[in-house]
């Protein structure tokens, strides 16, 4: 590629590196440590319909799900601040935070094992930050300000009225966009309702909700108008992740070389093979519409994002100039360099394997939490007392109901089975579903029978059907006696 070439390919500003050396450094960094702005030209073609259409559908569930319940409770939420956690609509307590941590662990596996057999393509497809850049706010810059080379010449000019104009409306929308986006993501923290209590209260009766909401929005700001791909590039941990996971046998957007090299020019009527030509006619075209400015012709690359404009791209040149398409594509390191088709790996398996037991292992869990978790605890500094010839020990309980539905519920002795529970009120305790129940019991127990100072003692929680619902084993204390 020539330097004229190499610049035009990336804005009139791009730098010539040796072949050797291109891992060495960012495509969107000049060896000076200098920003490069990338101009991506505006993709088309099949795969960017499906991920059009991949992203429309997430889009969708992000800007729903926030609206949806379940049993009356909502569908997806993390509050961490009260400690309250919904996933599909089950309601979920710092209690069975180990529960939440292996799921987050199988997840991770999860993603670990997808890496290794798809490579990149979550961050292409799936990820919010492609999404929401390449989706919402790329489109609203395509619709203001043009495509690749308008784009460019509207940066290279004098703040004219023309500029000031459409700079002025993008970022304009951009604010409002990143304010929807932020005001959405807290509906996922504390609801929508409380969003829109806090929305029609006003700043002045909320004013640090106001200024978090003010911090995240212009955090959405800086990322989607002016780091953008930086992000995936300097910041992003997945992408450092997939270059150790990644292997010859992982499927990812390859150039197919061997096809391709040598590169040469088009010429209409020429016998490229017969000429010693490659099917690639060097026309850039995979290179300006990267969104993260690298050529996926150098060979894998921690920037790309799998996000397939340059399979598109390069589709559309091949079938204009009569080449069969597919010089760019997925396809393993193997499969382009032995033409080893893709196979389930040893490695792959020993992950699945894994994951499987972990899901496996996670449902047991789900499936045997139980309805209700009782404690019963002594308060600080109280003590038992004798009457009537019976050892009396005061507890303090709390029931959390962990389902939707409203429980009643009475308490009895399971061990040891005399002992006997003294109500400050009604022998039956309602608990609301998803909500905590406390209050005080007296548990008294013969001072004849009290051979230790303190013994352990199991506390049963029964529904009006006689079924157990938890139990918790505590102590019972007692007057001291000498042992001979």
């Known amino acids: 590629m020539s330097k004229t070439e190499n610049e035009a390919a990336r804005g009139g500003q791009g730098q010539v590196l040796d072949p050797e050396t291109y ?19 505006k993709p088309k073609g099949k795969y960017t319909n499906y991920r059009n259409i991949v992203s429309f559908v997430l889009l969708l569930v992000y800007f729903t799900i926030p609206f949806i319940k379940i049993n009356g409770n909502p569908f997806f939420m993390f509050n961490v601040i009260d400690r309250e956690f919904f996933i599909v609509g089950q309601p979920f307590y710092p209690q069975d935070f180990f529960i939440l941590t292996l799921g987050a662990i199988a997840s991770l596996i999860f993603i670990i094992l997808f890496t290794i057999a798809f490579g990149r393509i979550f961050c292409g497809w799936i990820c919010p930050q492609t999404i929401f850049l390449e989706s919402i706010f790329r489109k609203i810059e395509f619709a203001i300000e043009g495509d690749r080379n308008k784009q460019m010449k509207l940066d290279r000019q004098e703040w004219n009225s023309e500029k000031i104009w459409k700079r002025s409306l993008k970022w304009s929308i951009y604010i409002i966009i990143s304010l929807i986006i932020t005001h959405f993501m807290f509906m996922y923290i504390v609801g929508y309702e409380e969003v829109l209590k806090i929305i029609s209260e006003g700043p002045f009766a909320n ?3 106001f200024m978090v909401m003010i911090l995240f929005t212009a955090a959405f700001y800086f990322v989607f108008a002016w780091f953008r791909e930086q992000v995936c590039t300097l910041v992003c941990p997945y992408g450092r992740l997939q270059g150790v996971l990644i ?8 150039y197919d070389f061997k096809r391709g090299e040598n590169r ?12 010693g030509k490659g099917d690639c006619i060097d026309c850039l075209q995979c290179v300006v519409v990267c969104p993260t400015g690298i050529d996926i012709r150098d060979g894998q690359q921690l920037e790309c994002v799998n996000c397939t404009a340059c399979i598109d791209a390069c589709d559309e040149v091949m079938d204009k100039v009569g080449l069969p398409k597919g010089l760019i594509r997925y396809a393993s390191e193997n499969e382009i360099e032995k033409e080893i088709p893709f196979k389930f790996t040893g490695r792959m398996k020993g992950f699945a394997i894994v994951l499987a037991l972990l899901v496996g292992f996670l449902g047991f869990l789900l499936y045997n939490r139980g309805d209700m ?3 019963f605890i002594k308060p600080a500094g109280s003590t038992f007392f004798v009457r009537d010839g019976k050892i009396t020990n005061t507890y303090n309980y709390t029931f959390l109901n962990k389902t939707n539905d409203k429980k009643i519920v009475t308490v009895k ?16 305790i309602t608990v609301e579903r998803d909500k905590i129940a406390k209050g005080t019991i007296s548990i008294s127990f013969p001072e004849a029978e009290m051979n230790l100072s303190k013994q352990n003692i199991t506390i049963g929680v029964y529904d009006m059907k006689g079924k157990l619902v938890d139990s918790y084993q505590t102590y019972f204390e007692g007057p001291f006696k000498l042992q001979f």
Do not use: L, Y
Request: avoid cysteine; charged fraction near 35%; glycine fraction near 6%.
């Open 207 to 209: 004013p640090t909700n």
């Open 373 to 375: 978790e009782a404690k």
């Open 23 to 41: 891992r060495d450094s960012i495509g969107t960094m000049e060896q000076s440590g200098k920003r490069k702005w990338i101009f991506p030209k």
């Open 264 to 275: 040469s020019k088009w010429r209409k009527g020429e016998d490229r093979k017969a000429a």
């Open 413 to 428: 002795v399971i061990d040891p089975s005399h002992a006997e529970i003294n109500f400050s009120g009604s022998s039956t």
């Open 247 to 254: 292997d010859k046998d992982t499927i990812n957007v390859f």
